[in-house]
């Protein structure tokens, strides 16, 4: 048996709930060693897993023992009195593990700034650098299902934990004894002045640098009154901050979805709480359907409000949602017409974008004369950047995204917010109304201007006693492998980011990937595609963006199906 099983078993640190649990797994070994075997691995993500019982799970005890790890992080760097702010979404647990990480930080002398309730992801970002914080914890897990939760960490700039810090709490975690007491009484510490209970104030502070973030204000006002709008938090924490903004703002016309209104950790409407999915504008469309809206625009966010998804009405009347890429192609097109209509283009401008998004941003910022930044994949990276700039003034940051639907236009937060980005997307659709376009005509004379653009990201499940590892290993093999092509093109260049070096198939050359050292392959075809392989940072999966450039949306399908297929193969 499973020491660390049977040492849970009999701890009088796990309660009754945990211990019958257990109980109800002895003898399935296959279970006990996905709970046991290795426990959840700390990266720049934090933590994030099924919850339940064992080390490789969310609960109490694994929550208080990595709070345990943060916490003398934050007093060998002496930051215990500017304090760690904490927040939490609506998945069920979180409000508990919140707690339950506050009560660590303040036993330990550490001051906490604890939301009375469930805010969205920017805001905890916002709250750090509002309240002077030197860290900050969010309990979510984003857009999973509704078994996960997870625990984001961030650092003093509000960006998520840099390597070197994750590292820190990860060693210092592989130290601490998980089985130990895990205290939740929040009073005491309240009254005792280490934890300080935050909201309305911090709402306030936020929602006036989420409405600054507006380009032309007139143009909400204008146009807002005849602009029908269709809101759905998912059950998430967007639910009253997205359209609180979208009020203050001037859309009149404004609806919430009533089914997905109430913040709820099971997610009862959808199969996945994820706005990259088409399924979770199904709701909105009955809703719509239901009253007879003449709806311009469905807007999504995920539970913890930092993700938005788009779906906009078609000349035929019909919705389609957008991809991310889509979206991001539609926002810093009309941030660039509306800056440079407004005098507010700056000369050394830049925007940002993941290494794993489309190049139409690239093109898009080219020819206007912004200069298009690519760093790795997860927004702490985006957040590095508008750092740097404000430092050193070397550009101005007026935007930045990845595929995942994640954007942000200001430095006011380091991650990226749904809560803005529906007020941006809201914006951008008045400025097209004032020229009689819809955002789908939008997108549509971007595909003519820049050639039709598409992508699909390919999530390939790791399994095993070790997934984390069995994933490594197969990133490996994969790095060991010549490809020569992708759907029929040949592969012209080759980058390997463990090397940080790429190489021209042609010629040998071999040049710098211009990205910091990451798990991550990527391959350029002849004919303008590429293909983008990493690992998770989070889960037992490998990630392949397949993106394309073709005639139009039958060509790319092809092209798409293609290296589907041949990636797929790669991992059979």
């Known amino acids: 048996m499973n020491a660390e099983y049977s040492r849970w078993l009999v701890s009088p640190f796990i309660d009754e709930e945990a211990r019958k649990e257990l109980y109800n797994i002895k003898g399935n070994e296959a279970e006990i060693a996905a709970r046991f075997a290795c426990p959840m691995a700390f990266g720049t993500a934090g933590l994030r897993s099924v919850m339940g019982a064992g080390i490789a799970r969310m609960n109490v005890l694994t929550v208080a023992q990595a709070t345990r790890a943060l916490a003398k992080l934050v007093l060998d760097a002496g930051g215990g009195d500017r304090g760690v702010a904490i927040a939490y979404d609506c998945r069920n647990h979180s409000r508990e593990f919140a707690e339950t990480a506050a009560c660590v930080l303040a036993g330990q002398g550490i001051k ?9 992801t920017p805001e905890l970002s916002f709250a750090v650098l509002h309240h002077g914080c030197i860290a900050g914890i969010n309990v979510t897990a984003s857009h999973n299902t509704a078994e996960y939760n997870g625990y984001k960490v961030y650092w003093e700039d509000g960006a998520q934990l840099p390597p070197e810090h994750a590292d820190a709490v990860a060693r210092e975690m592989a130290r601490i004894d998980v089985l130990a007491p895990a205290e939740r009484d929040t009073g005491r510490y309240v009254q005792s002045g280490m934890i300080k209970m935050i909201g309305a ?11 600054e973030c507006r380009i032309d204000p007139s143009l909400i006002k204008e146009y807002g009154d005849s602009l029908e709008l269709v809101y759905t938090p998912l059950h998430g924490a967007g639910y009253k901050l997205v359209p609180e903004a979208l009020r203050r703002a001037g859309i009149s016309r404004f609806h919430s979805v009533p089914k997905q209104d109430i913040p709820d950790g099971d997610f009862p409407t959808v199969a996945s709480p994820n706005p990259e999915n ?53 926002l810093i097109d009309y941030i660039i017409k509306a800056r440079r209509k407004a005098g507010r283009l700056p000369a050394n401008a830049a925007a940002v974008r993941s290494a794993v998004s489309s190049e ?14 690519k760093v790795l994949t997860g927004f702490k990276y985006i957040g590095e950047k508008i750092k740097e700039y404000a430092a050193s003034g070397e550009h ?78 197969r990133m490996e093999t994969l790095r060991s492998r010549a490809i020569d092509s992708f759907g029929g093109s040949r592969v012209a260049v080759y980058g390997d980011c463990i090397a940080q070096s790429e190489t021209v198939a042609a010629t040998g050359e071999k040049r710098p990937t211009g990205l910091p050292i990451a798990d991550m392959l990527y391959y350029r075809t002849e004919n303008g595609s590429a293909v983008v392989i990493r690992p998770s940072g989070t889960e037992p999966k490998v990630k392949a963006y397949i993106l394309v450039k073709g005639a139009d949306s039958s060509d790319t399908d092809r092209q798409i199906s293609a290296v589907s297929a041949e990636i797929n193969a790669l991992f059979a």
């Open 396 to 473: 101005t940051f007026i935007f930045g995204y990845e595929e995942s639907q994640g954007f942000l236009s200001g430095g006011y937060v380091r991650d990226k917010d749904g809560v803005a980005a529906a007020l941006l997307i809201a914006e951008a659709a008045c400025f097209y109304k004032s020229a009689g376009k819809t955002l789908y005509d939008a997108l549509c004379d971007i595909f003519a201007e820049y050639g039709y653009h598409a992508e699909k990201t390919l999530s390939i499940a790791i399994s095993g006693a070790t997934p984390m590892t069995e994933m490594k290993r």
């Open 112 to 120: 906490v700034y604890l939301f009375e309730s469930l805010r969205p």
């Open 278 to 330: 088409t399924a979770c504008f199904a709701c909105a469309l009955e809703f719509i359907k239901q009253n007879r809206l003449a709806t311009d625009v469905i807007i999504a966010t995920d539970p913890d409000g930092d993700r938005l998804g788009v779906a906009v009405k078609q000349k035929n009347g019909e919705f389609t949602a957008l991809s991310g890429n889509q979206i991001g192609a539609l």
């Open 201 to 211: 104030e911090t709402d306030e502070a936020y929602l006036k640098a989420v409405l």
């Open 360 to 373: 139409l941003f690239d093109d898009i910022c080219l020819k206007n004369g912004v200069t298009p930044v």
